[in-house]
């Protein structure tokens, strides 16, 4: 596991994780869902727990991207290098959840193996390598 670790540095990666750190203004998340939602609210929050934004997302069935701007509810950018965490409700016309999971996507940058299982340094956030579900580059 170690080994194949390593090789995801420099690599752009998905993987299963709700926190974020804003870069250059803006974070992406994803979320995947199991069925189409007909309502979609997506809330994020800084790394004291205090929410910073709401709004809606998309709701196809399957994977959904959502791009945060950095800007908090009042339309001031906040500061690049904090870590963001996405909370998304996702429900059907009968109010039952089709949320999956969410995902974060970005660069590989470093590698933590002194844990049983290693992480992976993803956009400034610790990720662990069991949860990368894709390589995009």
């Known amino acids: 596991m170690t080994l194949n670790s390593v090789n995801y540095i420099g690599h752009t990666v998905e993987a299963k994780t709700d926190t974020a750190s804003l870069s250059n203004g803006s974070a992406t998340f994803g979320y995947s869902l199991s069925s189409a939602a007909s309502n979609v609210s997506i809330s ?3 790394s004291s727990g205090n929410t910073v934004w709401t709004g809606t997302g ?3 069935s399957g994977s959904n991207s959502f791009t945060w701007d950095g800007k908090d509810s009042s339309g001031n950018q906040l500061s690049d290098g ?3 965490t996405i909370s998304v409700n996702a ?9 999956n999971y969410t995902t974060v996507t970005g660069t590989v940058t ?3 193996t002194s ?3 290693p992480s992976l340094t993803v956009g400034g956030v610790s990720v662990s390598a069991a949860n990368i579900i894709g390589v995009t580059s």
């Open 44 to 46: 994020v929050k800084d």
């Open 58 to 60: 998309t709701g196809n």
């Open 82 to 84: 904090g870590q963001y």
């Open 91 to 99: 429900t059907d016309s009968a109010g039952n959840s089709v949320l």
């Open 110 to 112: 470093g590698i933590d």
């Open 115 to 117: 844990t049983s299982t």
